[in-house]
């Protein structure tokens, strides 16, 4: 549940803090040295009939950060921005496309075009912030605005939510914003009980389902048996509503896909025939009345459903439809995207683990259920740092919304770990969060999966840097924040996979392939648990 650029950031799913006013010892220090650093917090006026940054003085054994402009450029009107999206899906992919204008610009802030570009997107121009020091700048929504942003470069067509601005597409200035994200924040707190039991149930048909395949075939997908279980757990732990109870039946999941594709295609690459894939999701817009009648399908459930928390929308000044096309989004869209991305990412980094790794975390979450008599509980995981740690481990190696968007509310200098850049108003940011979550000059072996991480006083340290959340894991959402709303209640689901999966085996065994949304996992083995 969270709010930026695909699931998690979306439930329903900041950091720097404005300017400061100099103080008398740094007016002092002024007045005596020369030398002068623009940092990010310093941000020109709103209407400067000169340019006149804020500035700061280094301190003594500070490096001095030159003030850079920012390299890269767009390229020939309509040409580069296509070159620039045959590039991103074709010619290097994502991450090769990145790195490649790092190594070209030898600046991890540059200028550069993302997809898809014509003709969905009339402006694909971006700042792009590339390392773990300028990114965070777009969670400041003092000084970045995310109005109509959470896809990024282009908005999807209201008709496939109702004909409603969802809250992910709200900046938190607007009035509904507040408003809306106060209503998931009722949800999750009224059905707080329900989580642990209902995915303790789901998740134990989702184990059944995959030993049964496993014995008749010799493997079975993940993903298939997470889609349906996911939903179930979400409609019966947030709603206590089970689809297959329903009209609705097993069918949710499928038209969940369908609906979601129609949103995010321009972003994705199906693995369809370059030209296929370019005139049918990358150039025009799908028409959102072939999935008119899917929609509705969902709606009906969920206001069905819902009834309990469209009361409290009333009372918060939200019509029932409004707040019912916002519960589909923030739980199909945000959550259930989420964990459909991020639970096989999970399972993918710690099979190549390893089974030292796996009797590990068996070892240790067996043994604090014991300890806490025989329940799984809330305390019982506090006492599971390893488990903890490798769940924040797997937002941050592969964070499940990679891509952040914020337009400048006003001329900026934006900090990168070698320079200083000057971004004007209006001027749209762009954050590839991988790269953030992963630069070196913060995290050691940042490339590696390193499951110990964030265990003890030091490794707490670094989770300020573990930014999945549209924020940094150490700070909460609040009514005046992009942070999404579900924070805590992805992390809960993510440490209960972890924690029913060694609780029941021992060791298991995926081969790993690929789908548009992260990893596409097959089990080939699951260990019944031996102690």
């Known amino acids: 549940m969270a709010s930026s650029s695909l699931p998690f950031t979306s439930v329903p799913l900041q950091f720097n803090s404005p300017s ?22 310093a941000s020109v006026s709103e209407k ?41 899906f074709y010619n290097q992919g994502r991450d090769e496309f990145f790195k490649s204008r ?24 971006v700042v792009a912030l590339l390392d773990g020091k300028s990114f965070p700048v777009l969670f400041d929504v003092n000084k970045v605005e995310k109005k109509d942003l959470f896809t990024g470069t282009y908005m999807p067509s209201t008709d496939l939510t109702g004909g409603y ?29 329900k989580v642990i039991p209902e995915f303790e149930a789901c998740y134990s048909e989702l184990f059944e389902t995959l030993e049964k395949e496993l014995a008749e075939k010799g493997k079975s997908s993940f993903q298939t048996a997470n889609d349906q279980a996911g939903f179930n757990f979400l409609a019966r732990a947030l709603f206590g509503s089970n689809p297959p109870d329903t009209k609705l039946g097993a069918d949710g999941p499928s038209l969940i896909r369908k609906w979601v594709l129609f949103q995010v295609g321009p972003v994705l690459s199906l693995g ?9 999701i990358h150039s025009f817009r799908l028409p959102p009345s072939l999935v008119k009648k899917d929609y509705q399908r969902l709606y009906e459930f969920f206001y069905e459903s819902s009834g309990f928390v469209l009361d409290e929308a009333e009372k918060l000044g939200i019509s029932r439809e409004e ?10 869209f945000n959550s259930l995207g989420g964990m459909n991305i991020f639970f096989p990412n999970m399972l993918k980094w710690i099979a190549r683990a390893g089974v030292k790794l796996h009797t590990e975390l068996a070892q240790e979450i067996r043994s604090a259920i014991r300890s806490n008599g025989g329940k799984l509980t809330m305390a019982a995981m506090e006492q599971m740092p390893l488990m903890k740690s490798v769940v924040y ?12 968007f914020g337009k400048a509310k006003k001329d900026l200098l934006i900090e990168s770990h070698d320079a200083v850049f000057e971004v004007k108003e209006g001027e749209m940011l762009f954050g590839f969060q991988p790269f953030a979550t992963k630069d070196p000059k913060i995290f050691e072996r940042s490339e590696e999966f390193v499951p110990d991480r964030f265990v003890g006083d030091d490794g707490e340290k670094l989770l300020k840097h573990v930014l999945w959340s549209n924020g940094p894991e150490t700070e909460n959402p609040t009514l005046g924040n992009k942070q999404c709303a579900g ?10 996979l972890v924690v029913n999966l060694f609780r029941r085996y021992d060791s298991f065994e995926i081969v790993v392939g690929k789908s548009p949304l992260g990893a596409a996992v097959t089990v080939t083995s699951l260990k019944r648990a031996s102690f």
Do not use: W
């Open 272 to 280: 369809l025939p370059k030209f296929v894939e370019e005139l049918l």
């Open 20 to 41: 400061k006013s100099l103080s008398s010892s740094t007016r002092t220090k002024l007045r005596t040295r020369r030398v002068i650093v623009c940092p990010i917090r």
């Open 487 to 496: 924070k805590d209640f992805v992390v809960l689901v993510s440490r209960l």
């Open 323 to 332: 707040a019912c096309h916002n519960l589909l989004f923030a739980t199909c």
């Open 102 to 125: 790092i190594q070209k610009y030898q600046s991890t802030v540059f200028r550069t075009n993302m997809p898809p570009g014509p003709f969905i997107a009339p402006n694909p121009k």
């Open 165 to 193: 601005r969802i809250l992910s597409y709200l900046d938190p200035a607007e009035p509904e914003h507040a408003k809306l994200k106060q209503l998931l924040f009722f949800l999750l707190k009224s059905r707080r009980d």
């Open 48 to 88: 400067p009939s000169v340019p006149a940054p804020s500035v700061k003085v280094s301190e003594p054994g500070e490096a001095k950060l030159p003030l850079k402009k920012v390299p890269g450029n767009y390229g020939v009107p309509f040409v580069g921005p296509i070159k620039d999206r045959l590039d991103y």
């Open 393 to 404: 481990e797997g937002l941050r190696i592969e964070p499940p919304v990679p891509l952040q």
